[in-house]
């Protein structure tokens, strides 16, 4: 039967180059006949870890457990009736998130509860080339806008994370986060692998700013669990189907390196994944704010809260220095 297979292929519209898939099933070794494999199976199919091993080594495929894939159709029939223009009382904390396209910037905007509850407000797209000063004049207004709070005054973005990770467009970002950064709007950059959630690099600063480095992988599997749970991030009925199908844009699977497993998250073919990006980035700019939570709550209920002191311009004598 192996003798007598044949390659078909499955992608004729690629031209140029081929891939090619097989796993244990054509092995014509002894301990690979399909009688010992099909007692594997069943042996192996009781016990999920035991599963996943049988997939990744005999079947040549990438393991996806449960709650490892999202479904966008699922998370957006959790959407609820609230917004920026329509805050729910518990969000006393915005921050946002900001991918850098070609030509657009995208944001995501996510406010937080004194329970850690998360709240998706709302999704902005500014339409401009990313090295035309008015498409940061535009994104500069938008991270300067409040909302009204139903408890009373009204609620800014506290920290904003923007990618800066794109060679090309890496020191506009840093040009335009150089002079902002006392607002907490930060240039950063996402690395895989295991890492803090956020932390400043160890590099030298360009042209002011400094560059904040994101451990992706660590933020998306927080993001994975707490959607496995309904409540814990709850979405808004303004944000578009787009946005969700975006969200949903990874899975977590499993592949052996040097026979070792390891997961990693890899792209659903086909999908954007901006809205991801950008609800990383917002979960990032979060851990670089303290909030006290209750006297938040009190100032919004007494009608608002005060903007921060600037401090006063200090001047030194030459003389002194000299």
Known sequence: MVAQG?????????KGHAGFRMNSLISLHKCASWANLVTEFLVAKKDPATLQTFVNTILGQGWTGAGDELDEGELAGRCEPFGLDALPED??????????????????????????????????????????????????????????????????????????????????VKSFCAPRQRRRVMAIKGVSGTRPFIEPSKGR????????????????????????QVGLIRFSDDLPPVWFEQL??????????????????????????????????????????????EEREAQLRAGGIQDRPKPKNVYRSKFLSG
């Not at 044949?6 to 690629?14: E, I, K, L, N, Y």
């Not at 709302?122 to 008015?134: L, R």
């Open 205 to 228: 600063k360009s042209k002011g700013a400094r560059l904040w480095i994101v451990g992706v992988d660590g933020i998306k599997t927080v993001i994975m669990d707490r959607l496995a």
């Open 248 to 293: 949903a844009s990874e899975r977590l699977v499993t592949r052996y390196v040097k026979g070792q497993p390891q997961r990693r998250f890899e792209r659903v073919p086909g999908r954007q994944a901006e809205a991801l990006d950008c609800v990383v980035y917002a979960i990032a700019a979060r851990h670089v704010v303290h909030v006290n939570f």
């Open 91 to 172: 969000v006393l904390a915005i921050t946002a998130g900001v991918d850098v396209q070609r030509d657009r910037l995208e944001c995501t905007l996510m406010g937080y509860a004194k329970d850690e509850t998360t709240f998706v407000l709302g999704q902005k797209v500014i339409w401009g080339q990313w090295d035309a000063d008015e498409t940061w004049r535009e994104l500069d207004e938008l991270l300067k806008t409040k909302w009204k709070h139903p408890l009373g005054g009204s609620l800014g973005i506290e920290a904003a994370a923007i990618d800066a990770g794109d060679g090309v467009t890496m020191e506009a």
């Open 6 to 14: 044949q390659w078909r292929a499955t992608r004729p519209d690629v």
